[in-house]
């Protein structure tokens, strides 16, 4: 496993693990119910603090990889200090985003309705009833890992990934939902697609859908699919 | 000013050194997956390293210059390169007058070849870098690949000369053999960690610029796959399920699934990009001083990586 990692103190909980010669890992024990929001602001502190880095934050750890090395701990360590997660907003964004489950965007609803043994109806409702966050952002450009998804349509990943998913699939794996915002590869079954473009980002990077955001589902009908498709 | 491209190769785009600090927003790095060949190519043209230039997958483009230029092409041995009849030779700098023809056919072994101008080329910033990542179309001509037909342009670069003497390449060959790894994060999943550096891995047919995969040999690992998704980077080894290991590329997805069993030390990490479907090779265990070690030598070696 890592080659040496220390313990320390800030306003909260680290463990910063040496992975490599290049890279770093942080662990936080934060009891804070927000946890992927305060990953998120955190990484993009780190960020902010020094030039030649790059930070990838998923839903249980930082990563640092830095391109200079031997990396600087006392760098990383002096930026974790100056975080103050309560500066960060603590007004969560809400976001509704309507789904189009109609069959010809949803290539995987008719197998995991035959998987789960719940009618097509039952499996949309369930999806689009529930409210879910934004726990993570990355894998491919645009896509968002929201959570928690009831359990009771909780599906593995496709045995074979596809190659390219349509731009704006909606699709399920295990206790989360994502949102193929750009197309691209994807391992997740899908059961719809949204008109709306999430991801538009410009040129400082900032995006409409990160950690924290409160999102909830609306179910649209073909015709309300295409009208919304045709004012983007 | 203008090339026009009358052959295409099988996939050549437009890279610099790629779109860094965007991970964050999942938004990958793409960039030169040799790009230690890339940066020399445009150091041999004493140009900005980031520059921008065409990166060929086996077989390379044939391109009429409408402009006199300069072109320095590095990477993959080529079997051939001519303008107009006569041959021209790699890692030197080499005058296209205008109205001449560039032509390549295909690498004699490894994979990538980068062809690098004394001229910028124009192509689309996103993020600031011009980088192709193509399963999103960013970047380069169209967020594609270049096209028969196509005409591409570029403009005066005075202002952006390099201030240095140009570098002249000693000719060091590619060597992909042997990669050198520091362990991964999830290492000890790993059921026989001494398997792994016995093994010869084989490059699969599926790889491309976001892996490159390996098939027939299998490596002992325990996960049940239900791993929540972790950072992941180019040079960063996954295992999936299959024992099947995966070396990310330069268009390396921001995060991922699969064990993290090893990373390539920053020194060999351009030579994930030479790796060619059927190669062989092994992985070597390094300790994190002799991969400090490795790019204090790389950097003697080729001091222009200073910036990478």
Redesign the interface.
């Known amino acids: ?3 040496k990692s220390l313990a320390m103190s800030f306003n909260f909980n680290t463990k910063i ?7 770093l ?1 942080l662990r936080l024990h934060v009891s804070h119910i927000n946890k992927s929001k305060f990953y ?1 602001h955190l ?2 502190h780190l ?1 902010n603090s020094q030039n030649d ?11 640092i ?1 830095s ?1 200079v ?2 990396m600087d701990i006392n760098k990383i360590e002096s930026a974790l200090s100056s975080f103050e997660f309560s500066l960060i907003s603590q007004i969560d964004h809400k976001l509704e985003i309507p789904i189009c489950y109609e069959d010809v965007f949803a290539s995987d609803l008719k197998e995991i309705s035959k998987q789960l043994n719940l009618s097509t109806q039952e499996i949309t409702d369930i999806h689009s009833s529930a409210s879910y966050e934004v726990k ?8 968002s ?1 929201l959570g928690d998804l009831d359990e009771k349509i909780a599906v ?2 496709l045995s074979k990934p596809r190659v ?1 998913t349509a731009v704006g699939s909606v699709a399920i794996a ?1 206790d989360r939902t994502g949102i193929y915002c ?4 994807g391992g997740w079954p899908i059961i719809g697609a949204t008109p709306i473009n999430l991801f538009n ?1 410009d ?1 400082t ?3 409409t859908l990160i950690p924290g955001t409160k999102v909830t589902f609306k179910k649209i009908s073909m015709e309300e699919f295409i009208m919304m498709q045709s004012r983007n | 000013m203008t090339i026009q491209v009358l052959k295409t190769g099988l996939q050549t785009t437009v890279q610099d050194l790629g779109r ?10 793409s960039g030169s997956f040799d790009y230690l060949s890339a940066a020399k190519a445009n150091a041999i043209l004493n140009r900005p390293i980031n520059s921008p230039l065409l990166e060929c997958t086996m077989t390379g483009p044939s391109l009429k210059f409408l402009e006199d230029m300069d072109v320095c092409i590095t990477g993959a041995t080529v079997n051939q390169i001519t303008v107009d009849d006569s041959s021209i030779n790699q890692n030197t700098l080499v005058h296209v007058k205008k109205g001449s023809i560039l032509s390549t056919d295909i690498a004699k072994d490894h994979l990538r070849f980068y062809i690098a101008f004394s001229k910028s080329i124009q192509a689309t910033e ?3 870098s011009v980088s192709t ?1 193509l ?2 179309k ?1 970047g380069g001509l169209n967020g594609a690949t270049i096209q028969k037909g196509q005409m591409i342009d570029f403009k005066e670069t005075q202002s952006e000369a390099y201030t240095g003497d140009p570098w002249i390449e000693n000719g060091e060959r590619i060597e992909t053999s042997k990669i050198r790894v ?4 999830e ?2 999943l790993l059921d026989a960690s001494s398997v792994l550096f016995e093994t010869d891995f084989i490059v699969s047919n599926d790889s491309n610029r ?1 892996g490159v995969r390996t098939v027939d040999n299998r490596i002992p690992i325990n996960d049940q ?2 791993m ?6 180019p040079g960063i080894v996954q295992c999936p399920q299959d024992g099947l290991p995966i070396i990310l590329g330069a268009d390396a ?5 699969y064990p993290r069993i090893l ?1 390539v ?2 020194a060999e990490r351009h030579l994930i990009g030479q790796l060619r479907p059927n190669d062989h090779f092994r992985f070597e265990l390094v ?2 001083p002799e ?2 070690d490795a ?1 204090e030598n790389l950097k003697i070696n080729y001091p222009f990586v200073c910036e ?1």
């Open positions: 496993m890592a080659a693990s040496v992975i490599a010669e290049d890279m890992e998120w990484a993009e960020l880095i790059e930070v990838i934050a998923s839903e249980e750890v930082i990563s990889r391109k090395i031997p993570a952002i990355g894998f491919t450009p645009g896509f890992y593995p990943r390219s295990n750009l197309g691209g590869p980002p040129d990077g900032s995006v | 860094m600090r965007s991970k964050h927003i999942g938004i990958p790095q996103f993020l600031n990542y399963p999103a960013f520091t362990q991964g994060p290492f000890n976001m796959g239900s929540i998704s972790k950072p992941i980077y997805q921001t995060l991922g699934g990373q030390i920053k300790s994190i991969a400090l790019w990478l």
